[in-house]
């Protein structure tokens, strides 16, 4: 079984910065990808960003400029940068670990921007 427990969200000003952190109980060398996902209330889940085992990054277009995803695999932690935040990006955060049989999903961090 693997536990991904996501830390780093909060209350932030539109403009201002956060940085998502997701630590996995076990090695992130297993997984294909992990990535970052958003729910907004009344909205289905969306893809944020996610990093392959070998790095290649992909973003959505809404974030693309101001989110950065990377890994610490040493760490066995992936990090969400979150610069220039806007109003439109308050949502639960959640991470995700894509391994071959299986998804495995962190329970959620609160990302709200105020305006």
């Known amino acids: 079984q693997v536990q991904l427990v996501e830390s780093g969200g909060g209350l932030v000003q539109a403009g201002g910065s956060l940085r998502l952190s997701c630590a996995s109980s076990?090695?992130?060398?297993?997984?294909?990808?992990m990535g970052w996902y958003r729910q907004a209330p009344g909205k289905q889940r969306e893809l944020v960003a996610t990093?392959?085992?070998?790095?290649?990054?992909r973003y959505a277009d809404s974030v693309k400029g101001r989110f950065t995803i990377s890994r610490d695999n040493a760490k066995n932690t992936v990090y969400l940068q979150m610069n220039s935040l806007k109003p439109e990006d308050t949502a639960v955060y959640y991470c995700?670990?894509?391994?071959?049989?299986?998804?495995?999903w962190g329970q959620g961090t609160q990302v709200t921007v105020s305006s």
């Open positions: 995700n670990a894509a391994a071959t049989v299986s998804d495995y």
């Open positions: 076990r090695s992130i060398f297993i997984f294909k990808a």
């Open positions: 990093i392959t085992s070998g790095g290649t990054t």
